[in-house]
């Protein structure tokens, strides 16, 4: 007679797109603020595989019959079960984790789902798994790792196909935004600055460190969407051979320099590509010791990334694909897809907070700000990742006389400025450009007419990448018990120490 074999109790279950996952609140990391993020995945795999198709290459012809994926960090399998039954096309999925418990989460899931036919579970080391895959390469490998995925990165790039995808999530907000120079350093090889910007820098120090572990394997990257939001940065990049292109990493990464007075912002490149063919060196100093602006010192950063953020031939391709979606974020995905599209292909932004604070003045409003630029003969855009940005290709010197300008029209008291600030060094210097605050028609984009949802929501109570090794999943249903709420007002319950006047005797040790 057979023993039959009991299954494990579960709680509750997880409903997320066509998906459902089974939690026993062991062992389950679910954080549903990520719903936006495995929403754009499935959008960004479905437009990927569409391309494929359309594609008469060698290669493309050889996925032609579905291509296969590996998410290396799997956890409970969500996102795989996700690909597997929204999108098409997919001939195989590795649903991968070092850990036992999240293996076995995966096996019951994927049995929950009925798609046994497509998805593989496997416990093995995610760096090792990619390294015996150098040979039967993936067509896409999906890393949303706990932190930084640096560690990840030599593996994934060798043994991603030709004309592959990785998508790449790094949660480490803190060292990215400049808040440990050295620790950023040591994970992602370059040097991060505290700066409004912050949060492009982050995409394009991660972008750096993609391309440099895939030029030692004489491999390019070409972004085709590179995202902040929320509390993390998430790129989708594809990767080719070619050692010859390989070569034009240098004239696509470079250093930047920022103001420690004004903030203004500088990059340079590492080499230049000339005219006749072949690269020549950059010339120093690009820029001078004391800030041209306001006489400040500067600090040095990157290298990073100074390429295209964006693929937009992809991005229109992608809004395209939105109509045949059911997705939960669709509004959203829909706001920032526009808003990047808009996107000037320009390293780095300034925010018209920041600008009008360093003298000290009222802002203007946005269309107010834009329509100066624009009149002046420059474009204009907003960055996806702020909605008080100004990213420009106005040099320094024309921004600043546009904020002069402004104040001249709205003074600041100037005897409570010290005389070394930057504020009245910047105020003092004359103005050399013709500036009209005239509401320009272009100064509207077309993303904030049409009322779309730009950026991102205010936090949630999930708001956070949460813990590593934890149960995270639905704090408003009160299904975790918080740490952070068990401690609140700790120190007024602890028992009050006993003054000398206590008549009752304490008893010694």
């Not at 420059?378 to 546009?402: G, L, M, Q």
Request: glycine fraction near 4%.
């Amino acid at each position: 007679m057979e023993q039959c074999v009991k299954k494990p109790k579960l709680d509750t279950s997880i409903k997320e797109g066509e998906a459902e996952i089974l939690v026993d609140n062991t062992n389950v990391f679910y954080n549903p603020v990520q719903e936006f993020n495995r929403d754009l995945s499935v959008a960004v795999l479905t437009t990927y595989i569409k391309g494929i198709k359309k594609q008469p290459t060698e290669t493309s012809t050889e996925k032609q019959d579905g291509i296969v994926i590996l998410e290396a960090l799997s956890a409970t399998g969500l996102r795989s079960i996700r690909y597997a039954k929204e999108v098409k096309g997919i001939k195989q999925i590795v649903a991968n984790d070092i850990s036992a418990k999240a293996v076995e989460s995966i096996k019951n899931n994927i049995q929950h789902n009925g798609v046994e036919n497509l998805i593989k579970p496997s416990h093995e080391d995610a760096t090792l798994l990619m390294y015996q895959s150098r040979k039967d390469k993936f067509d896409v490998i999906d890393l949303d790792p706990y932190g930084c995925p640096t560690t990840f990165l030599d593996g994934a790039v060798q043994c991603v196909s030709d004309d592959g995808l990785l998508m790449i999530t790094a949660t480490d907000m803190a060292v990215l935004a400049g808040n440990s120079p050295e620790t950023c350093y040591l994970k992602y090889g370059a040097i991060s600055l505290k700066s409004k910007a912050c949060h492009e820098m982050a995409l394009r120090i991660l972008l750096q460190s993609i391309a440099s572990h895939a030029g030692r394997y004489g491999r390019y990257i070409v972004p085709v969407l590179s995202i902040s939001a929320d509390f993390y940065i998430r790129v989708f990049v594809k990767v080719f051979s070619s050692q010859i292109k390989c070569k034009e990493n240098a004239t696509k990464i470079g250093m930047v320099y920022q103001c420690t007075g004004c903030e203004s912002i500088n990059t340079q490149p590492l080499c230049y590509k000339k005219p006749s063919g072949g690269y020549k060196l950059a010339s120093l100093p690009y820029v001078d010791q004391l800030c041209k602006i306001c006489q400040h010192r500067q600090h040095e950063g990157g290298p990073i990334w100074l390429g295209p953020l964006h693929d937009q031939h992809f991005v229109s391709n992608l809004l395209c694909n939105l109509d045949e979606m059911k997705l939960a974020t669709l509004k959203r995905i829909e706001g920032v897809l526009n808003v990047i599209r808009e996107e000037l292909d320009v390293p780095l932004y300034y925010t018209l907070s920041r600008l009008m604070s360093t003298i000290k003045c009222i802002t203007p409003s946005m269309l107010t700000f834009r329509s100066a630029l624009l009149n002046a003969g420059y474009c204009v855009s907003y960055s996806h990742a702020c909605k008080t940005s100004v990213k420009t290709d106005a040099p320094n010197e024309v921004i600043w006389d546009i904020v002069r300008a402004w104040e001249k029209n709205n003074s600041v008291k100037r005897d409570k400025l010290s005389n070394d600030s930057p504020a009245i060094r910047i105020l003092k210097t004359p103005m050399t450009t013709n500036v009209s605050f005239d509401i320009h028609p272009l100064a509207n984009p077309l993303s904030r007419q049409n009322k779309l949802t730009r950026f991102q929501q205010n936090p949630t109570i999930n708001w956070g990448p949460g813990t590593r090794a934890r149960t995270r999943i639905d704090l408003e249903n009160g299904v975790e018990n918080s740490k952070k709420i068990r401690n609140q007002n700790k120190n007024s319950r602890k028992e009050k120490p006993r003054s000398t006047n206590d008549t009752e005797k304490i008893k010694p040790l």
